[in-house]
């Protein structure tokens, strides 16, 4: 057994090395260069390979020896171009997990770092600590189906004190069209317009309320068509669904308004929810058994419209878009809250599952830093960073591959021990008994829509 696949199913992974190889030939397809293609294999079995440190220096001592030059200049300085490797990702991706069933996740994950020269390190929030800290930010897109993820992208975001220093951003080598200023949102909308341009199949965006608050994200995947689930900070303000725009009132002598008014004032979502019905949800079973929560929902207009002065109030958003507001209460009392654009007929349960689906996301995170060196790259460039990165993605796909694989194995097995337990039977009594077949369970979900 290796060390990067003990948390990917604890399968044994005699001859993976040749398997491997095999898997990787339509990424080396596309990098062409003879040294790179003889590279890039070398690369990412030193990333799932034994181990506790992935960075250039030991996996070359332990797969490589002599080459560590080429293998550093493969990742840190070698001029060749990353996006067909990225595209080949997201296709292989989609081929494992991809459906109208599969999710899309967006959240971030923190590398810590020491010193300042790293590309786009910087005192930020940190969410592998829990607290700010010296670190660097990627945001994330997990493809992922059932309990399968699969990570399709990790893009650096460059805080202020980057973005306003050209000369560090020279020194990163940072290309030009990455320096300006991009929040979070705005990244992760532009790697979501690169999956599905690469057609890239999935049923719905979820985020945390890091994007979710963000009015402009979720009016950009609306504007895409997308289907999304969000978290959002309890003061987020709504209007009831039954909201009207009407004429204000004015004095006699007043100037004649202009623009309509809502007829409500909007009000924080924990406010909205606050007297509505609250009920048990069970969406999934997990290590211990059914997972359970207590949830309320209700359709609401947000209040992200353009801003408007009303009344006395000042100004203040105007209703945009109809939407479910959902409320989480935990065993624990904490409450958290979702917007989601799911149809109005949507049920409870599933508007509780498709929330609750974010969590795989964390165990991807948690997987390639623990057993495929996310956060062991010692390079301080943009390239060489995405590019660690990307192999530590093609890594994990590949080992997703191999789960997939051993669970259609034993699926079929499976089926074939049945079979075979069901002719001895039926050979031995003559009755036919149809209670005595048995049904495989599977153990993940089909990988074909």
Not at 27 to 50: E, N, S, W
Request: hydrophobic share 40%; proline share 6%; net charge positive.
């Amino acid at each position: 057994m290796i060390h990067g696949w003990s948390a990917l199913g604890g399968l044994t992974m005699a001859g993976w090395e040749d398997e491997l190889e095999r898997w990787l030939m339509p990424f080396l397809d596309r990098l062409g260069h003879k040294t790179r293609q003889r590279m890039c294999p070398l690369y990412v079995a030193g990333l799932i390979g034994p181990g506790d440190r992935k960075s250039v220096q030991p996996m070359a001592e332990r797969l490589a020896s002599g080459n560590y030059d080429q293998l550093h200049h493969f990742i840190a300085d070698g001029v060749w171009d990353a996006t067909p490797l990225e595209t080949e990702l997201l296709n292989q991706a989609d081929r494992l997990v991809g459906g109208r069933d599969a999710v899309l996740v967006i959240d971030d994950t923190s590398l810590p770092k020491k010193g300042e020269r790293s590309v786009g390190v910087a005192a930020q929030y940190a969410s592998a600590l829990g607290k700010t800290a010296n670190c660097q930010t990627l945001v994330s897109l997990t493809l992922a189906r059932g309990e399968v993820p699969v990570m399709v992208a990790l893009r650096l975001f460059l805080p202020d004190s980057w973005t306003s220093d050209v000369s560090r951003l020279k020194r990163a080598r940072v290309p030009v069209e990455h320096r300006t200023p991009r929040s979070k949102p705005e990244i992760a909308l532009a790697e979501i317009d690169r999956a599905t341009a690469a057609n890239v199949r999935f049923g719905c965006v979820l985020a945390d309320a890091g994007y979710g608050l963000s009015a402009p994200f979720r009016q950009g995947l609306t504007e895409r068509g997308l289907a999304w689930a969000v978290g959002i900070p309890r003061h987020l303000k709504v209007y009831p669904v039954d909201v009207k725009l009407v004429w204000p009132i004015t004095k006699v002598r007043g100037k004649p308004r202009k623009h309509h008014v809502p007829d409500v004032l909007s009000i924080a979502a924990e406010q909205m929810l606050a007297s509505a019905k609250w009920k048990a949800v069970s969406w999934r079973s997990g290590t211990k058994g059914r997972l359970k929560a207590r949830f309320a929902a209700l359709r609401v207009r947000t209040a992200d419209g353009p801003p408007q002065r009303i009344w006395d109030k000042g100004q203040q958003h105007l209703p945009g878009d109809e939407a479910w507001l959902i409320g989480e209460q935990r065993a624990s009392g904490e409450k958290k809250y979702y917007l989601a654009n799911l149809p109005a007929a949507t049920d409870l349960r599933t508007l509780a599952a498709t929330i609750k689906a974010r969590w795989i996301c964390e165990q991807a995170h948690q997987q390639l830093k623990e057993e495929l060196g996310l956060d062991h790259f010692e390079g301080r460039s943009w390239q060489g960073l995405h590019r660690h990165a990307l192999m530590t993605m093609i890594a994990y796909a590949f080992l997703q591959h191999r789960r997939l694989a051993h669970a259609g194995r034993k699926k079929k097995n499976q089926r074939t021990s049945a079979s075979a337990n069901h002719a001895r039977r039926t050979s031995r009594h003559r009755r036919s008994h149809p209670s005595a077949a048995v049904s495989a369970v599977p153990i993940l979900p089909k990988t074909n829509p």
